[in-house]
Nanobody, 126 residues
Framework: QVQLVESGGGLVKPGGSLRLSCAASGFTLDNYAINWFRQAPGKEREVVSCINMSDGSTYLADAVKGRFTISRDNGKNTVSLQMNSLKSEDTAVYYC???????????????????WGQGTQVTVSS
């Protein structure tokens, strides 16, 4: 059974850090892409960061550049999102998604992803 499971969300104060993980089971991520999205209440889902599991190329949205880092561990079939200097506007449910097409389109179009995790809540508040 193909599954993506996010973990690591929680409540953190502004300026704090969290590390999210996306673990895949039922398939190997090696040749695909993992994309992180977030959705805040009343807002559309937006891309946060993407990584190509094959060549390691990455993308970071402007809103998180310099604060977030995406990394992969092919051996553990996981992707991590290190989030530093968190702001209140980072509050959202964070989702990881797998794009199996090999095109990378899933990084720019959330409908182009094949599998989604259940999401993990990140709340940044004092």
């Amino acid at each position: 059974q193909v599954q993506l499971v996010e973990s690591g969300g929680g409540l953190v104060k502004p300026g704090g850090s969290l590390r999210l993980s996306c673990a895949a089971s039922g398939f190997t991520l090696d040749n695909y892409a993992i994309n992180w999205f977030r959705q805040a209440p009343g807002k559309e889902r937006e891309v946060v960061s993407c990584i190509n599991m094959s060549d390691g190329s990455t993308y970071l949205a402007d809103a998180v550049k310099g604060r977030f880092t995406i990394s992969r561990d092919n051996g553990k079939n996981t992707v991590s999102l290190q989030m530093n200097s968190l702001k209140s506007e980072d509050t959202a449910v964070y989702y990881c998604a797998a794009d199996l097409s090999g095109t990378g389109y899933g990084c720019y179009d959330n409908t182009a992803n094949d599998y989604w995790g259940q999401g993990t809540q990140v709340t940044v508040s004092s």
